[in-house]
Every structure is written in C-alpha cells, then in structure tokens.
C-alpha cells in the first residue's frame, strides 16, 4: 500500500453531474462509491497539450477491461502513460469496450429526449477547462460489468459496494475527469435509481512521487513515442473547415523488397510442397508465411502487460 499525502479536495457528486480535476504528478484521485452500484466515466487530457488524452482503444490491447497495476495510455503516436492504477476494488468490473452514452442515442433507443448522459455531463466538466463537447472521448467505464455475445458488446450492469474505492496516479500533470453515468438506471444499474460518488484527491508524498517516475522510466524512451516536436505539421487548426494543402505531399514508408535464396533440406521442402494452397501459391509464398509466423512466436514481446491467465477470459 502506498502511502498517500494530504487530502486536498474532497467532495461528494450529487446526481447527476461530475467533474474535472487538474492533478499534478505524483498526486493520487480517488473515486468512491458512496453507495454501490453508480457507474462512473473516467476521461483524461495531458494538461499541458489537450490533443494528447486517454485512449482506451489501446488500453484494450491489454484485455477488454483494465484492473489495478494498468497504465491509462494516451493516444499515438504519443503512447504515453498519463497515470496508473493503485488501486481498485475487487468488485469494480472496469469496462474498456462501451461507448460513451449520448442525447442522440437516448433519443434513438429509447425516445428520451432531455436525459442525462455520459456525453453531456464530460463536456459540461471540461468546459471549465476551454475545452469543447467535441473534445470528449471514450472512457473507462468504471463499475460497469460489460460482456460480449454475438451481436457485439452486451451491458451485464453495475457492480460495486459501498466504500468501494478506484486510486488514480498522475504520472504527469493531468486533467481527469469523473462523471457519473445517466444512462445506468435505464439498464437497472445502481438499482434503477442514481447513487453518489466522492471524488478525493490527495497530495504527493516521497514515495508516490519516486513510483511514479518508476512507472515513467519503465514506460517510456521508446523512439516512436512521438511528441509534437516531432510532428512534421505542429499546428492545431484554428478554422472548422478543411482545405487542400497547397503543394503537401505525403511521406510514407519505404518498403523495398529483397530477394534472398533459402536452402531447405529435403524434408522441409516437401512440407513446403504439402502447404501449397493453404499458406499460399508458390514455394516462396508459403516459406516468407512460415517464417513470419516463426517470428512472431520467437521474436515477439510478451506485451506491456501480457498475462497468460487472462487470454481466456472475457
Ligand atoms: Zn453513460
């Protein structure tokens, strides 16, 4: 357990609202079921640079839901670990698959036309911020126990207990952001009625500053976790309309093929011979096959957060 500093900010959402919350580094938010069973969208920004927020289509690269000990990645090129997760409750299924819900949506489904959603009540939050409704992402579906089926993803309900409890460590300087979710009760979340979330934020200590620059130099230094100094066009567009770039032409890849002679024993070249049409069309076809295979098995990373346990699950 890592000890945690002063609490700075301690207040109770009442429903249905949230709201946003500048952290610096090393300093520790901590979301709270006051009552059990009350959802809660998690967005999250670079404080510094907007454009760089939570993705959780690449925290879905570690499994459909997240869990304590997991990174909030940013988006790419950026790939950047925004915070960790210190802790999270046993009981709270942490959803990386659903969609925000949406006014439109509401209306669509269920003729609502005046409810409350995750999309309105994020971007009432970061409004505070400068930021736009269009600046809402997707977000991590705290207490909301999500399966799939044949039609796609299927919202099982809420899950939680009173006191329960999800810990948040910047590891930089972020803008989060917790909203309750308006569309739960509908689905018999939080018993069909809304319940309330404390949001805490707690100062940094000796130990929480020195994890999360653990968590940085484990997490970052690769050449291709790209920042705007990068960026062969830096400029944010200030008009909505978009304009042909005169004279832009685009650089992409290089791919040069290379031919190179293999000799094969003759047993290997009669299997090549027995996989021709499954693999592919000619002996060189199903060789360059079979080779990317044995490299993607041998030569491969485990992952960032690879877990044999959980190749199963879900
Ligand atoms: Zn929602």
């Given at each position: 357990?890592?000890?945690?500093?002063?609490?700075?900010?301690?207040?109770?959402?009442?429903?249905?609202?949230?709201?946003?919350?500048?952290?610096?580094?090393?300093?520790?938010?901590?979301?709270?079921?006051?009552?059990?069973?009350?959802?809660?969208?998690?967005?999250?920004?670079?404080?510094?640079?907007?454009?760089?927020?939570?993705?959780?289509?690449?925290?879905?690269?570690?499994?459909?839901?997240?869990?304590?000990?997991?990174i909030?990645?940013?988006?790419?090129?950026?790939?950047s670990?925004?915070?960790?997760?210190?802790?999270?409750?046993?009981?709270?299924v942490a959803?990386?698959?659903?969609?925000?819900?949406?006014?439109?949506?509401?209306?669509?489904?269920?003729?609502?036309?005046?409810?409350?959603?995750?999309?309105?009540?994020?971007?009432?939050?970061?409004?505070?911020?400068?930021?736009?409704?269009d600046?809402?992402?997707?977000?991590?579906?705290?207490?909301?126990?999500?399966?799939?089926?044949?039609?796609?993803?299927?919202?099982?309900?809420?899950?939680?207990?009173?006191?329960?409890?999800?810990?948040?460590?910047?590891?930089?300087?972020?803008?989060?952001?917790?909203?309750?979710?308006?569309?739960?009760?509908?689905?018999?979340?939080?018993?069909?009625?809304?319940?309330?979330?404390?949001?805490?934020?707690?100062?940094?200590?000796?130990?929480?500053?020195?994890?999360?620059?653990?968590?940085?130099?484990?997490?970052?230094?690769?050449?291709?976790?790209?920042?705007?100094?990068?960026?062969?066009?830096?400029?944010?567009?200030?008009?909505?309309?978009?304009?042909?770039?005169?004279?832009?032409?685009?650089?992409?890849?290089?791919?040069?093929?290379?031919?190179?002679?293999?000799?094969?024993?003759?047993d290997?070249?009669?299997?090549?011979?027995?996989?021709?049409?499954?693999?592919?069309?000619t002996?060189?076809?199903?060789?360059?096959?079979?080779?990317?295979?044995?490299?993607?098995?041998?030569?491969?990373?485990?992952?960032?957060?690879?877990?044999?346990?959980?190749?199963?699950?879900?």
């Amino acid at each position: 357990m890592v000890a945690v500093g002063e609490c700075r900010l301690d207040i109770q959402l009442r429903p249905v609202s949230g709201v946003a919350v500048p952290l610096r580094r090393g300093e520790v938010l901590r979301i709270v079921q006051e009552e059990g069973q009350q959802p809660v969208s998690l967005n999250c920004f670079n404080l510094h640079d907007h454009k760089e927020h939570l993705s959780v289509g690449h925290m879905r690269r570690e499994g459909f839901r997240t869990k304590e000990g997991r990174i909030l990645w940013s988006n790419t090129p950026r790939y950047s670990p925004l915070a960790a997760i210190l802790h999270m409750s046993q009981s709270c299924v942490a959803d990386l698959l659903v969609p925000r819900c949406s006014a439109p949506m509401l209306e669509w489904l269920y003729g609502l036309v005046d409810h409350p959603n995750c999309q309105d009540i994020l971007a009432e939050c970061i409004g505070e911020y400068g930021l736009t409704p269009d600046d809402v992402h997707d977000p991590i579906n705290l207490w909301l126990e999500v399966g799939v089926n044949h039609h796609g993803y299927i919202i099982r309900g809420a899950t939680g207990h009173a006191g329960d409890h999800v810990d948040l460590l910047a590891l930089t300087d972020i803008l989060t952001v917790a909203a309750m979710c308006g569309l739960a009760h509908l689905l018999g979340a939080a018993r069909s009625s809304y319940k309330p979330i404390r949001v805490q934020v707690f100062r940094h200590t000796i130990e929480t500053e020195q994890l999360a620059k653990r968590y940085i130099q484990e997490y970052t230094g690769l050449k291709n976790q790209r920042t705007p100094q990068h960026y062969r066009n830096r400029s944010i567009l200030a008009e909505r309309t978009l304009r042909q770039v005169e004279g832009y032409q685009p650089t992409f890849y290089r791919v040069v093929g290379r031919e190179i002679d293999v000799t094969f024993s003759p047993d290997e070249y009669l299997a090549i011979q027995r996989l021709r049409g499954q693999m592919g069309k000619t002996t060189a076809e199903v060789a360059r096959v079979l080779f990317m295979r044995w490299y993607i098995k041998h030569r491969k990373a485990l992952g960032l957060r690879y877990d044999p346990s959980e190749e199963r699950s879900v």
